[in-house]
């Protein structure tokens, strides 16, 4: 069972599908976590993405697509997935159905994460990340318990070179332009669900779980 998180960057993707992970046994699919992880370990396809991802720009759709495939056929999938980042654009999303159709994967609902610019400006202006094991802080919201180290792994925390002003602004285009449209593309196929996440964490996420748990019973159910 698949599941995807919608919304803009900072929208709060990441730590809504992190806090799921615990409670519904599902495992996160963070495609940007992905590629930043070729890009620490240096490989040939951290070289090659380094640049779209420094930037702020989508790496194209062909390569997301087959790395997510590739991913999702290694299996250790426990009770379903969660693609955070994935897809988007309309053409990423028709390749997933096609993906999923050819492995007998379902699509159980889309959890759109709706927030104001304003807010987004805010939240990834004081985010901090581990770049050890990819957990997500934000200095104000979410600070860790010891200030500048990762609560589950103890190194330093870095500011995403993504998360500078200038790449913030390209991706937030970039969502508007590419992304969005997705909002139409899952809600006539009866499959959004649109969450206000402009509140605190635990608020935002009380939506989500109960959302999560309407759906997982409908899909469960085959319907
Ligand atoms: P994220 O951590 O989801 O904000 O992703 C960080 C960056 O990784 C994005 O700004 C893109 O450069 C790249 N990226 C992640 N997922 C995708 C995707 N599905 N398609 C294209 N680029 C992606």
Redesign the pocket.
Same mark, same amino acid.
């Given at each position: 069972m698949i599941w995807i998180f919608l919304g803009a960057?900072g929208a709060g993707?990441?730590t809504q599908a992190e806090r799921l992970r615990g409670d519904f046994g599902f495992v996160q699919m963070?495609? &940007?976590?992905m590629?930043?992880e070729a890009m620490r370990a240096g490989t040939e396809l951290g070289k090659t993405?380094q640049g779209? @991802?420094t930037? &702020?720009?989508?790496? +194209?759709?062909d390569l997301?697509a087959e790395i997510?495939q590739q991913r999702l056929a290694q299996g250790n999938t426990g009770n379903g997935v969660i693609l *955070? &980042?994935? +897809?988007?654009?309309v053409r990423?999303a028709e390749m997933l159905e096609g993906i999923l159709a050819r492995h007998c994967w379902q699509l159980c609902g889309v959890v759109y994460l709706d927030v104001s610019e304003e807010i987004v400006l805010q939240r990834l202006g004081g985010r901090r990340n581990c770049p050890q094991c990819g957990a997500n802080y934000h200095v104000v919201t979410m600070p860790p318990k010891v200030e500048g180290r990762c609560d589950r792994c103890g190194a330093e925390l870095v500011v995403r070179p *993504?998360d500078a002003l200038e790449a913030i602004r390209k991706?937030l285009e @970039?969502y508007r332009r590419q992304t969005e449209p997705l909002v139409n593309f899952y809600s006539q196929r009866g499959l959004l669900e649109r969450i206000d996440a402009g509140g605190a964490v635990d608020e935002v996420y009380q939506a989500v779980k109960s959302v999560i748990s309407r759906r997982w019973k409908r899909c469960l159910a085959g319907e």
């Amino acid at each position: 069972m698949i599941w995807i998180f919608l919304g803009a960057p900072g929208a709060g993707k990441g730590t809504q599908a992190e806090r799921l992970r615990g409670d519904f046994g599902f495992v996160q699919m963070s495609t &940007g976590e992905m590629l930043r992880e070729a890009m620490r370990a240096g490989t040939e396809l951290g070289k090659t993405v380094q640049g779209y @991802v420094t930037r &702020g720009e989508l790496v +194209p759709d062909d390569l997301m697509a087959e790395i997510l495939q590739q991913r999702l056929a290694q299996g250790n999938t426990g009770n379903g997935v969660i693609l *955070d &980042g994935f +897809p988007r654009t309309v053409r990423q999303a028709e390749m997933l159905e096609g993906i999923l159709a050819r492995h007998c994967w379902q699509l159980c609902g889309v959890v759109y994460l709706d927030v104001s610019e304003e807010i987004v400006l805010q939240r990834l202006g004081g985010r901090r990340n581990c770049p050890q094991c990819g957990a997500n802080y934000h200095v104000v919201t979410m600070p860790p318990k010891v200030e500048g180290r990762c609560d589950r792994c103890g190194a330093e925390l870095v500011v995403r070179p *993504d998360d500078a002003l200038e790449a913030i602004r390209k991706r937030l285009e @970039v969502y508007r332009r590419q992304t969005e449209p997705l909002v139409n593309f899952y809600s006539q196929r009866g499959l959004l669900e649109r969450i206000d996440a402009g509140g605190a964490v635990d608020e935002v996420y009380q939506a989500v779980k109960s959302v999560i748990s309407r759906r997982w019973k409908r899909c469960l159910a085959g319907e």
